[in-house]
């Protein structure tokens, strides 16, 4: 077992790392920029090329801190539902959240084609599909919140998230064979996910809730330790566990909600960071976990984004194409040499 002197260390290679990853992701892309010019143009001092300014300030720094803001925030939401429902296949999506968003933004553009062309244009606006993604998201966290009133198993609350997820799935469905060929094109361009798309105004709403969200789980690290001894121990030594049940469905479903609605849906980083993390560093403890999770998901979405834009090219992969192909083989490499799965 390591010790805590360990676990500092681990930590500051982590923020290491993390740096390392940040300068090569805002330093490759399709224009190419000399890296002394990003260092001036990040400390403030006079850039050659103005243009060279605009694209590190406007694209590729808030691209890169919305990378970071969704493989922290997956990662954690991960780590909570595997933790809440002790089952190593749990992500942030098995509520049901993340396909609310996904059938609230299939209604707006696949809908659209039903609304004519004016007012179709005009629902189609920078911030509809964001707009239109929460309201499907709290539709969802609606139910699960009254479902947790109503049923106190936690394996029913997952299997009501999974049936929201294939009601979800089937009226995107019939919606899709309704709708003409290029508002289908539209709607599967966003569901690849996108870290590109969002402003200085809208990156700070989302680092707001995503802060907000992190900040709620910091009084909860006794509880959701106990609960992976399961409900019975954590009860007899105290917890309340409807109340860290409901924070952890809160937080989870806030999460995964804002992130789904700014960057799409996000495939494999919320299943696979909490195990790579737990590999890594051999422990189970949540004190250890939270951090480290949150920046072992936030390197290893740096490092998809800067793969997905192909750096001096002109093409840009699509970035949940990128999450599963980079990430999955790192993670059954790890699990071949450790042979082991810990909750």
């Known amino acids: 077992m390591a010790t805590k002197k360990t676990y500092k260390y681990s930590a500051a290679v982590l923020l290491f790392l993390l740096l390392a990853t940040w300068l090569i992701n805002i ?7 000399p890296f002394k010019e990003i260092i001036n143009i990040i400390t403030g001092t006079t850039a050659e090329n103005e ?12 691209k890169s801190i919305t990378a970071i803001l969704v493989g922290s925030g997956l990662g954690i939401s991960g780590l909570l539902m595997q933790t809440l429902f002790r089952n190593p296949l749990a992500g942030p999506f098995v509520l049901g959240i993340s396909s609310g968003a996904s059938l609230g933004v299939a209604i707006l553009i696949l809908g659209s084609g039903f609304l004519g062309t004016y007012l179709g244009g005009f629902l189609l ?21 009254i479902a947790i009133k109503k049923i106190r198993n936690t394996m029913s609350i997952l299997i009501i998230g999974l049936m929201f997820g294939s009601i979800s799935a089937a009226i995107i469905n019939v919606l899709s064979y309704f709708s003409s060929a290029e508002l289908l094109q539209q709607f599967i361009f966003w569901s690849f996910g996108s870290l590109g798309n969002l402003t200085w105004n809208e990156l700070i709403i989302f680092a707001s809730i995503i802060s907000i969200s992190i900040l709620l789980l910091l009084g909860s690290i006794k509880p959701l330790n106990g609960l992976l001894l399961g409900e019975n121990y954590a009860i007899s030594m105290g917890i309340n566990l409807k109340k860290t049940r409901n924070l952890v469905l809160i937080v989870t479903s806030l999460m995964t909600g804002v992130i789904t609605a700014f960057s799409g849906p996000i495939a494999f980083i ?11 560093f051999d422990t189970s403890d949540h004190k250890i976990l939270i951090p480290t999770v949150a920046l072992t998901g936030a390197i290893l979405m740096l490092i998809c984004d800067t793969i997905a834009q192909v750096p001096n090219s002109e093409y840009t992969l699509p970035i949940n194409a990128i999450t599963s192909l980079f990430g999955a083989p790192i993670v059954i490499w790890l699990l071949i040499r450790k042979q082991k799965l810990t909750m």
């Open 270 to 280: 919320g299943l696979a960071v909490p195990h790579l993390t737990k590999l890594l």
């Open 125 to 145: 606006s920078n911030w509809s599909v964001t707009v239109a993604a929460s309201l499907g998201s709290f539709m969802v966290l609606s139910v699960v919140l």
């Open 51 to 62: 243009n060279w300014k605009y694209i590190i300030l406007n694209y590729r720094i808030p």
């Open 27 to 33: 330093n490759l892309g399709s224009v190419s920029i």
